[in-house]
Nanobody
């Protein structure tokens, strides 16, 4: 069974930084594109960032460009989302996602497998 486990979410103040982690079992990490989505209260889930299987390509939604950085460590089967200069509008549940292709996440904004999410709350 596919397992994606997110961690690192918590309540912070505007301007703070957080690093989210998503750990997957080895069989479902290497060779796959990974990404992050988020869902704010009362809103639809939205794409945040994606990274290709070899870290050669990354993508970000406009509102986080220059503030968030996605990375992966295949030796640890983990994908990270470093979030700096957090804003109240970054508040939401952040979901880790896996897909066969980078395009699936970055362009069509879909995923094949999803984690349960981790809550990020940014207070003003």
């Amino acid at each position: 069974q596919v397992q994606l486990i997110e961690s690192g979410g918590r309540m912070v103040q505007a301007g703070d930084s957080l690093r989210l982690s998503c750990t997957a079992s080895a069989l479902i990490f290497s060779g796959y594109a990974m990404g992050w989505f988020r869902q704010a209260p009362g809103a639809e889930r939205e794409f945040v960032s994606a990274i290709s299987w070899n870290s050669g390509s990354t993508s970000y939604t406009d509102s986080v460009k220059g503030r968030f950085t996605i990375s992966r460590d295949d030796a640890k089967n983990t994908v990270y989302l470093q979030m700096n200069s957090l804003r109240p509008e970054d508040t939401g549940v952040y979901y880790c996602v896996r897909a066969d292709t980078f395009r699936t996440i970055a362009t069509t904004h879909q995923g094949d497998d999803w984690g349960q999410g981790t809550q990020v709350t940014v207070s003003s």
